[in-house]
């Protein structure tokens, strides 16, 4: 029986990398994003490369708009086997300087990697607790990992995130259920955080040197991770 992947955040980065990687495998791909038109783009792309893919419209950080997307996944796909969530926070929404973070500063980074993350597995942990079979996939970055106060208000949201998820891979340990994140510690080819800092490096503290990372290189990371399920974490793209 053909297995689907959901990508929540789809993106031409760490989305597409890990959609063809599982689509290679003989997954189904359920591309889920804000922007429709993007979303059917997306669609196009794998269709190209021989990938079975279905767009599915929702705002990752509206509960429900996200539920409905699962819903209308499972009842036009099936089951969603393997879900990764790789939203990731706009440039925008970030504070260059933790002792300038201010209480709202940390809503919509919340939102998006706290939130979002607790939403989905709520929606689908039961059901693949209740088959004994299952992955849920989440992405991080290096502000977590290293002190990049650039990032103040994102770091908290991602320290806050790894710990949950870490709880919740040592709960449902025997369960059948697997827990996946994956920190990547460099720019993502492609991704619109590439864009936004190629267009404007003023963004980032002057001599920081920003290593790159592709979208195929993510795709065989997230593989592994669900192939081998040998870890809860998985560090890719940091320096040293």
């Given at each position: 029986m053909t297995k689907t992947l959901a990508v929540f955040g789809y993106g031409p980065g760490l989305g597409a990398g890990t959609a063809?990687?599982?689509?290679?495998?003989g997954f189904r791909v359920a591309v889920v994003g804000r922007d429709a038109t993007a979303a059917d783009g997306h669609v196009a792309a794998l269709a190209a490369e021989g990938i079975d893919a279905k767009a599915f419209r929702a705002d990752v950080t509206d509960a429900a708009q996200l539920r409905s997307a699962i819903d209308r996944i499972e009842?036009?796909?099936?089951?969603?086997?393997?879900?990764?969530?790789?939203?990731a926070a706009d440039m925008s929404i970030r504070?260059?300087?933790?002792?300038?973070?201010?209480?709202?500063?940390?809503?919509?980074?919340?939102?998006?990697?706290?939130?979002s993350p607790i939403a989905l597995v709520r929606a689908l942990?039961?059901?693949?607790?209740?088959?004994?079979d299952g992955a849920l996939l989440f992405s991080s970055g290096a502000s977590e990992h290293l002190v990049q106060p650039y990032l103040a208000n994102v770091g908290v949201a991602l320290g806050a995130q790894r710990a949950y998820l870490r709880q919740l891979a040592a709960e449902l340990?025997?369960?059948?259920?697997?827990?996946?994140?994956?920190n990547i510690g460099a720019l993502i080819r492609h991704s619109r955080a590439q864009r936004i800092i190629d267009a404007?490096?003023?963004?980032?503290?002057?001599?920081?040197?920003?290593?790159?990372?592709?979208?195929?290189?993510l795709g065989e990371a997230y593989w592994r991770l669900y192939s081998e399920r040998a870890d809860t974490e998985l560090d890719i793209g940091f320096p040293g």
């Open positions: 063809r990687r599982f689509g290679r495998a009842a036009e796909l099936g089951v969603i086997d393997v879900a990764l969530h790789s939203a504070r260059p300087s933790t002792l300038d973070t201010e209480v709202d500063a940390l809503a919509a980074p919340f939102a998006l990697k706290v939130h942990a039961p059901a693949m607790i209740a088959r004994g340990d025997g369960t059948g259920v697997y827990i996946g994140l994956l404007r490096p003023d963004l980032i503290p002057a001599g920081l040197d920003l290593p790159r990372i592709g979208n195929d290189e």
